[in-house]
């Protein structure tokens, strides 16, 4: 009986064997990490220095030019009322935990959602209590509102705290919490949100936005210009104020918008480095990745830069559209911070987004991260483009994977496809597998559909 036992789970001793392996490894490779300052902390055994020192969300950012956002832009949408919210009932509770996937990693409490589901006959009236229970006071535990954050680096050998992304492992029962809010913020997302942002909006689909920005860069050889614009750390650095002012100027209800206040300002936060957590501190910014309502949130800030732009737009007569936009009026597309503007290539209109901007990242702390933003130029413009920008211009251009301008042939355009296709595509799970063929056809479509105009 034991022979058999140990044949049963030989492959999860296995795949623990080798977890462990990679955990030495790790913890081996990443004994230093250099902070802002210059000085190193260990990332082995050791603890590191105070994590506001070496974690963004410590640091408390400058604060917003402006608290009050009515007084720079009027609301984006003229809506009659606040908007009030649906009551919570106990059948949307249970929803809520089932809806969770059950291979997500735990947050401190160290419980998945696997548990809740299979336990859900003991726990279950326990947690519906609970989270009924916030919605009546609107106070979270701060156990509940604990976040670990699980750092992945994003280069080879990673030595600051720049070359990780933060991922925040966040409790069940707050996930729930929040999934609960997020379907309240659907059920009016589609009248907040402009038509030329396509992301987690129902409805709406990403080939659109694809599919507009390719006929707008086509036959790039006139007297305009785009800019392709990359926020610096966006959800690491949105400042609070700003959010609950953007919830207010959307004439969320006074109530909605505490619960949201409640669990996006009173988190407490940990490091975990190496597979171990290390002591808790206050973050002062920003949204977790991993928290369900965070990109909906984020989409509702982003909305306040088109309101910004919208409005010196249409006080500025001596703006310019881009020749294919000025009828309908276009000059954004959005994918929630992946954005690109486009104007006509005259130094006033590319000033005006500047400005704007700039007045953005003010009230947001929202700034564009030069080293990654483009200004895409025709030829005739480039002169007056480099008033602003001396470089990029004419390079290949991606924008949500697919390329809008390259000067290279039609095959070499296309290498990136070709990659993730054939070589990347070897180590990525059964579901990332499944996600890559359903883009790979989404894509086919969208050649077949260009390809109308052209022949």
Request: one cysteine or more; glycine letters at 8%.
């Amino acid at each position: 009986m034991r022979s058999l036992n140990w044949m049963r789970h030989e492959s999860v001793l296995v795949r623990l064997h080798v977890s462990s392996v990679f955990l030495r490894w790790n913890t081996w490779r990443r004994g230093f990490l250099h902070s802002g300052g210059g000085a190193c902390s260990l990332g082995g055994s050791a603890p590191p220095p105070s994590p506001p020192v070496v974690f963004v969300h410590g640091e408390k950012g400058s604060p917003p030019a402006a608290i009050f956002v009515q007084e720079v832009v009027p609301g984006p949408k003229k809506i009659s009322g606040r908007i009030e919210i649906r009551q919570v009932i106990r059948e949307e509770v249970k929803v809520a935990f089932f809806d969770i996937a059950e291979d997500k990693a735990p947050g401190p409490d160290g419980y998945s959602a696997a548990f809740f589901k299979a336990a859900w006959p003991v726990v279950g009236e326990e947690m519906t209590q609970a989270v009924l229970e916030f919605f009546q006071n609107g106070r979270l535990l701060k156990q509940v509102n604990a976040t670990l954050f699980t750092l992945i680096p994003k280069v080879r050998a990673p030595t600051t705290v720049s070359d990780f992304r933060p991922i925040s492992c966040c409790n069940v029962l707050y996930k729930a919490i929040t999934k609960i809010l997020v379907s309240r913020i659907k059920d009016c997302l589609d009248d907040l949100i402009s038509p030329t942002q396509n992301v987690f909006v129902p409805g709406r689909r990403i080939g659109d936005n694809v599919m507009l920005a390719q006929e707008l860069f086509m036959g790039y050889n006139q007297q305009r210009c785009a800019l392709k614009v990359d926020l610096r750390k966006a959800y690491d650095i949105v400042e609070w104020d700003f959010l609950l002012e953007v919830l207010r100027l959307f004439r969320f209800s006074s109530r909605f918008t505490g619960w949201i206040e409640e669990c996006v300002t009173k988190p407490s936060y940990s490091v975990c480095i190496n597979g171990e957590a290390h002591r808790f501190f206050r973050g002062a910014r920003g949204l977790r990745q991993g928290d369900p309502m965070s990109p909906y949130l984020f989409v509702l800030a982003m909305e306040l830069l088109r309101g910004i732009l919208q409005q010196m737009i249409s006080t500025d007569p001596s703006f310019q559209f881009h020749w294919k936009c000025a009828e309908l009026g276009l000059f954004q597309l959005g994918f929630a911070d992946d954005l690109l503007l486009f104007c006509a290539a005259d130094d006033h209109s590319i000033g005006l987004f500047q400005r704007g901007l700039d007045l953005f990242a003010s009230l947001s702390s929202l700034h564009v991260n030069p080293t990654k933003s483009q200004l895409i130029l025709s030829k005739e413009a480039i002169q007056s483009g480099r008033r602003y920008y001396s470089s990029l211009v004419f390079r290949r251009v991606f924008y949500l994977y697919v390329t809008l301008v390259s000067h290279s042939s039609h095959l070499g355009s296309l290498w990136l496809l070709v990659d993730l296709s054939c070589k990347r595509s070897m180590t990525v799970s059964m579901g990332g597998r499944a996600l890559l063929c359903h883009l790979q056809l989404g894509c086919n479509l969208l050649s077949v559909l260009m390809a109308i105009n052209t022949y």
